[in-house]
């Protein structure tokens, strides 16, 4: 005879459907703080509604992009500081949408675990809200799968989805050319790419999560944890201004395998890499790991989060108005003939 006098149920196999609905209720607050305008539905429909005209747009094109934060979860998980991931999510969603042109619109979130723990998860899809309205980006929707057996406790994972528009003809890259200048937006650290080489050269390291960071103040975990930064708001102001003709988010592939995704056939991009400092984290991985340079560039952002390709008479324009929204920017090099990135001077 079952123990169950009711028959087996589904929290029986480990699934909370009550603790699923106590989040989305707990979560309604942060996610309604995301909205704009556009917005036709809050959180529990079945579908996001979005209207593009109430948004302004006359004539859009769509624009999506996807995106995860990798092996930097574990870190999260280990230390329990999992309060930036959210940021991260967004981040690596909406700074590739503004490569193409596009204004971010709306996000969703995938949010997966063994077993809800309400706490955890409230706190990381506080994260992605604070994201998303750090982006002008509303959170309408996403869906949190508790599936037993699928991760050890504790675990999670997490993917974003995002969907950004443009007034067709505006889209990037475009015009790109010899000459054109590279304006690099500095980074907040590793961002969300490379952690599973991060991991390794810790390990080596013989230094711990909680142990002291060897470049900053604090632990060592929590300084591996700084958000991805967010360029949305400062880059769509500098389009506003004109003169750009292209961007590279400088995510997995570090800058030798991103900015020539913006250039066109036969072009090429020559950095130099006495203009800007390698920040203190890049250096000590660098060094904690024996790595080349060639392969620092090929696998971090080394510093430089964003490029942008700027034409030469608006360079000046164009790094006035990002530095008046709060970036860090430095002249990198130019557009060539050729094709790849080349490198000129050391960085390490």
Same mark, same amino acid.
């Given at each position: 005879?079952?123990?169950?006098?009711?028959?087996?149920?589904?929290?029986?196999?480990?699934?909370?459907?009550?603790?699923?609905?106590?989040?989305?209720?707990?979560?309604?607050?942060?996610?309604?703080?995301?909205?704009?305008?556009?917005?036709?539905?809050?959180?529990?429909?079945?579908?996001?509604?979005?209207?593009? +005209?109430?948004?302004? =747009? &006359?004539?859009?094109?769509?624009?999506?992009?996807?995106?995860?934060?990798? !092996?930097?979860? +574990?870190? &999260?998980?280990?230390?329990?500081?999992?309060?930036?991931?959210?940021?991260?999510?967004?981040?690596?969603?909406?700074?590739?949408?503004?490569?193409?042109?596009?204004?971010? %619109? =709306? =996000?969703?979130?995938?949010?997966?675990?063994?077993?809800?723990?309400?706490?955890?998860?409230?706190?990381?899809?506080?994260?992605?809200?604070?994201?998303?309205?750090?982006?002008?980006?509303?959170?309408?929707?996403?869906?949190?799968?508790?599936?037993?057996?699928?991760?050890?406790?504790?675990?999670?994972?997490?993917?974003?989805?995002?969907?950004?528009?443009?007034?067709?003809?505006?889209?990037?890259?475009?015009?790109?050319?010899?000459?054109?200048?590279?304006?690099?937006?500095?980074?907040? #650290?590793?961002?969300?790419?490379?952690?599973?080489?991060?991991?390794?050269?810790?390990?080596?390291?013989?230094?711990?999560?909680?142990?002291?960071?060897?470049? &900053?103040?604090?632990?060592?975990?929590?300084?591996?944890?700084?958000? !991805?930064?967010?360029?949305?708001?400062?880059?769509?102001?500098?389009?506003?201004? #004109?003169?750009?003709?292209?961007?590279?988010?400088?995510?997995?592939?570090?800058?030798?395998?991103?900015?020539?995704?913006? %250039?066109?056939?036969?072009?090429?991009?020559?950095?130099?890499?006495?203009?800007?400092?390698?920040?203190?984290? =890049?250096?000590? %991985?660098?060094?904690?790991?024996?790595?080349?340079?060639?392969?620092?560039?090929?696998?971090?952002?080394?510093?430089?989060?964003?490029?942008?390709?700027?034409?030469?008479?608006?360079?000046? &324009?164009?790094?006035?108005?990002?530095?008046?929204? #709060?970036?860090?920017?430095? +002249?990198?090099?130019?557009? !060539?003939?050729?094709?790849?990135?080349?490198?000129?001077?050391?960085?390490?």
């Amino acid at each position: 005879m079952s123990e169950h006098t009711n028959g087996i149920t589904y929290a029986d196999a480990g699934v909370d459907i009550d603790a699923g609905n106590a989040l989305v209720e707990r979560i309604k607050p942060a996610a309604a703080a995301t909205r704009r305008a556009g917005v036709m539905s809050g959180l529990g429909g079945f579908g996001g509604l979005f209207d593009l +005209r109430a948004a302004g =747009f &006359a004539d859009p094109v769509l624009v999506a992009a996807t995106d995860g934060v990798g !092996t930097k979860l +574990r870190i &999260a998980i280990d230390t329990g500081h999992v309060e930036g991931v959210g940021v991260d999510l967004v981040a690596m969603c909406v700074n590739d949408l503004i490569c193409q042109g596009a204004e971010p %619109l =709306f =996000f969703l979130d995938y949010f997966a675990t063994g077993k809800l723990e309400l706490d955890q998860a409230t706190r990381i899809i506080e994260g992605i809200a604070r994201g998303c309205a750090a982006s002008g980006c509303a959170l309408i929707g996403g869906e949190t799968a508790e599936m037993p057996g699928m991760y050890p406790a504790g675990d999670f994972d997490l993917a974003g989805f995002a969907v950004g528009a443009m007034e067709r003809g505006t889209e990037l890259p475009a015009g790109v050319a010899e000459g054109d200048v590279l304006l690099g937006l500095a980074s907040d #650290g590793v961002h969300s790419n490379g952690y599973s080489l991060v991991r390794r050269i810790v390990g080596m390291s013989g230094l711990g999560w909680d142990d002291a960071c060897p470049w &900053a103040e604090g632990s060592l975990g929590a300084a591996l944890l700084t958000p !991805t930064r967010l360029y949305v708001r400062p880059v769509l102001g500098a389009l506003a201004a #004109g003169g750009i003709h292209g961007l590279a988010h400088i995510t997995g592939g570090g800058l030798t395998e991103n900015l020539p995704r913006v %250039l066109p056939e036969g072009l090429g991009a020559e950095i130099d890499l006495g203009a800007w400092d390698l920040p203190p984290v =890049f250096r000590w %991985l660098a060094e904690t790991g024996g790595m080349a340079e060639m392969e620092l560039l090929k696998t971090f952002n080394a510093g430089i989060g964003m490029i942008a390709v700027v034409d030469p008479d608006r360079a000046g &324009a164009v790094e006035s108005a990002l530095r008046e929204a #709060g970036e860090t920017v430095c +002249r990198l090099g130019h557009v !060539t003939p050729g094709k790849g990135v080349t490198y000129r001077g050391r960085l390490l």
